[in-house]
């Protein structure tokens, strides 16, 4: 980037860098390698190397290649980019009681390198995700997120801490809340993946009526028309509320405190299903 000569820097508070033109800014994006590496902003192997300035040794080309495998439907592996460290294998047996990982000089599953973690009793927990430093292990779905907000999983009644990261508007990751003492950073597969129903297309986002067996959006006056004239039929204890695990926690809230303080009925349950 272009700066400042020194002597136009004395006695004054400009800024030393000038920036980029336009199409300078385009030549530099040209530039970029697109590794395509998961972990290039938060690599711990690539932040120890450069705290003690390790030497990077030259890309030897007899480099034995293993295939990528794919095949899970949220955790991507790469035994090329292994450094043996053995997290992924020790989470799974100790923290999880799984055992689907096995490091043998690279990650690979118990059926050995080219093994598939569908084969195996993998749960997708994440667990292996989460303490990888190298990008070995990715999840398919994440994105680095700007901003992370401290949230509780709404998935059941467990009460899971978790953070879920954001860019802009959308929800791009999640991840375990290692201090909250119920789950410890721990989170089963619908809290570590589940969260693509917060930004799906076809979330709804008004009511509905079922009209001659087609659902057609209505306004919020009559669907609560509708609801409350439904309900005079019956007695409270006749009537049961079920919320959904892809509803927020505060629309859960909401709906069993209008269960029991508006209806009259503690039959109230989670659809906890993903």
Not at 161 to 189: Q, T
Request: proline share 5%.
């Amino acid at each position: 980037m272009a700066s400042l000569r020194i002597c136009e820097r004395r006695n004054n508070f400009d800024e030393i860098e000038l920036g980029y033109t336009e199409d300078t800014a385009k030549e530099e994006a040209e530039r970029c390698l697109e590794c395509s590496c998961k972990a290039a902003y938060d690599c711990e192997l690539r932040k120890q190397a450069t705290d003690y300035a390790v030497e990077q040794p030259p890309v030897r080309k007899d480099r034995h290649y293993y295939p990528l495998d794919k095949s899970h439907p949220f955790i991507e592996r790469d035994p090329n980019k292994c450094i043996g460290c053995g997290r992924c294998a020790r989470i799974c047996v100790d923290v999880m009681g799984i055992g689907a990982l096995s490091v043998n000089y690279r990650v690979g599953t118990v059926d050995g390198h080219g093994g598939s973690l569908l084969s195996t009793a993998c749960i997708s927990c994440g667990q292996c995700v989460a303490g990888c430093p190298v990008g070995a292990l990715t999840s398919k779905v994440d994105l680095l997120p700007s901003i992370e907000v401290k949230t509780v999983c709404p998935y059941c009644g467990v009460g899971c801490g978790m953070y879920l990261g954001v860019r802009g508007s959308r929800v791009v990751s999640a991840r375990g809340d290692d201090d909250n003492p119920v789950n410890r950073g721990n989170l089963c597969v619908k809290g570590r993946f589940g969260y693509g129903f917060i930004d799906h297309p076809e979330r709804l986002e008004g009511p509905l009526i079922n009209k001659y067996g087609v659902f057609k959006p209505a306004a919020w006056e009559e669907a609560v028309a509708m609801v409350a004239e439904k309900f005079s039929g019956f007695e409270p204890a006749e009537v049961g509320v079920i919320a959904s695990g892809r509803a927020a926690n505060e629309d859960n809230y909401i709906l069993q405190k209008f269960a029991r303080s508006a209806i009259g009925t503690n039959n109230v349950d989670n659809c906890a299903r993903l």
